[in-house]
């Protein structure tokens, strides 16, 4: 028997108590961090723009020939671009399904995707986080504007690594050298010996093995409301406007919409007559000092009907969406440059310009221009003076954003 049975009594009556009031504390603290800090993988799906990517799964096996969209796509996926084209989407794990960010891949480009988090909970304050290696190429990069919940998307590259808040940027990597774009948002450049620099709209900076160099002037965005947030008028840049032929037919319509995490115009209409709706920008801006001009946008046709066909007409006038920049040359002489995009077969005879091309159907596709002071150095630019984005024909449901008309010196 023991000589105190007291003193164990004492000793077992203070475990359970300091054990009790760890618990009380323990558990709901462990609880609370656990809901506050807790994170799952976010959805990520790859679109095929132009077939066929190549992609190697959570970094094991062979290269597989991808050629439809995948609608998931797992973590350490590693995706190739030859003159191919693609997008990384990331997708917030939540009832409605946000956006996070959107990757575009150019040609000739290598991505890996490491990480895709969010927060399991809607209750954690914390943001989503995406980590992405560029090993090579182009890639353009939307991070959303979630004012709820910030995401912080990193890129890694060869030479240093990059921070992106919401906004839109364009980082290059090759060999010798990284470079980082910002058109909005905020950028924090860091290189491998931990220097760091941050930049703002329209700054771009260099990231060589040892130095970063920057900020330099980037391209100066032209179009405003580009993205669509403010409702059309002129006071947010962009007018609309609307024709037919026979008023006895449904209108052509353009509005604004919101899908996945962004805005976009909207263009729609269903007739069996020629009809035109479309939104129009006065830009006048002097680029007679600007060395280089490009345009860029996104852009999906849902479907497009003339007579049973597809194609832009027997004029190859009427596509579903068309692009028709304005400017005078440096002889005063005025100007076009024009684009078209459509969907299907067009019917026996109908003609097509040059300037025309053909985009599957309800898939999203990037276009950009190259360098228009290039491509039209028969008759150089001087101003330029408008910019109309509009869809012509019978029956179409058409939809651009991301507009862009870059320059730099």
């Given at each position: 028997m023991r000589a105190n049975p007291e003193r164990l009594a004492w000793a077992v009556l203070?475990?359970?108590?300091?054990?009790?009031?760890?618990?009380?504390?323990?558990?709901?603290?462990?609880?609370?961090?656990?809901?506050?800090?807790?994170?799952?993988?976010?959805?990520?799906?790859?679109?095929?723009?132009?077939?066929?990517?190549?992609?190697?799964?959570?970094g094991r096996g062979a290269p597989v020939a991808i050629v439809e969209n995948r609608s998931e796509v797992p973590e350490g996926t590693t995706v190739t671009t030859d003159s191919t084209a693609g997008q990384l989407v990331m997708y917030a794990p939540h009832a409605d399904d946000p956006v996070v960010a959107r990757v575009q891949l150019y040609d000739f480009t290598e991505v890996t995707l490491r990480s895709a988090r969010s927060p399991r909970f809607e209750a954690s304050r914390e943001g989503h986080e995406v980590v992405i290696d560029v090993h090579a190429g182009r890639v353009r990069i939307s991070v959303a504007d979630d004012t709820d919940r910030p995401t912080d998307l990193a890129v890694r590259t060869l030479h240093g690594e990059v921070n992106l808040s919401a906004g839109s940027y364009e980082v290059k990597v090759s060999d010798e050298r990284t470079e980082v774009a910002v058109s909005s948002g905020q950028a924090i450049v860091k290189d491998s010996d931990d220097q760091t620099l941050k930049l703002g709209p329209a700054e771009r900076a260099i990231v060589e093995e040892d130095q970063i160099v920057g900020p330099l002037p980037g391209a100066r965005n032209l179009v405003l409301n580009g993205d669509f947030r403010f409702a059309l008028g002129p006071d947010s840049g962009w007018v609309p406007y609307d024709t037919q032929t026979d008023p006895e037919q449904p209108p052509a319509q353009?509005?604004?919409?919101?899908?996945?995490?962004?805005?976009?115009?909207?263009?729609?209409?269903?007739?069996?007559?020629?009809?035109?709706?479309?939104?129009?920008?006065?830009?006048?801006?002097?680029?007679?000092?600007?060395?280089?001009?490009?345009?860029?946008?996104?852009?999906?046709?849902?479907?497009?009907?003339?007579?049973?066909?597809?194609?832009?007409?027997?004029?190859?006038?009427?596509?579903p969406i068309m692009i028709l920049l304005n400017y005078k040359d440096i002889n005063g002489v005025d100007q076009e440059w024009r684009r078209g995009f459509y969907t299907g077969e067009p019917a026996s005879g109908w003609p097509l310009h040059p300037w025309t091309k053909q985009i599957p159907p309800a898939a999203w596709q990037t276009f950009d221009s190259g360098n228009l002071m290039e491509m039209l150095a028969d008759t150089p630019p001087a101003v330029i003076q408008r910019l109309t984005i509009y869809a012509s024909g019978h029956t179409f449901h058409a939809l651009v954003t991301e507009i862009e008309l870059l320059a730099q010196e």
């Open positions: 203070l475990a359970s108590f300091f054990t009790c009031v760890g618990l009380a504390i323990g558990v709901p603290v462990g609880i609370r961090s656990y809901v506050l800090h807790s994170r799952v993988t976010q959805r990520v799906s790859l679109e095929v723009q132009r077939a066929p990517l190549r992609a190697v799964f959570e353009v509005s604004i919409s919101s899908e996945q995490g962004r805005y976009e115009a909207v263009f729609q209409r269903q007739g069996t007559n020629h009809a035109e709706v479309g939104l129009v920008q006065e830009i006048n801006y002097d680029v007679r000092d600007f060395s280089f001009l490009e345009l860029h946008l996104a852009l999906q046709i849902e479907h497009q009907d003339m007579l049973g066909f597809g194609g832009c007409g027997y004029l190859s006038s009427e596509c």
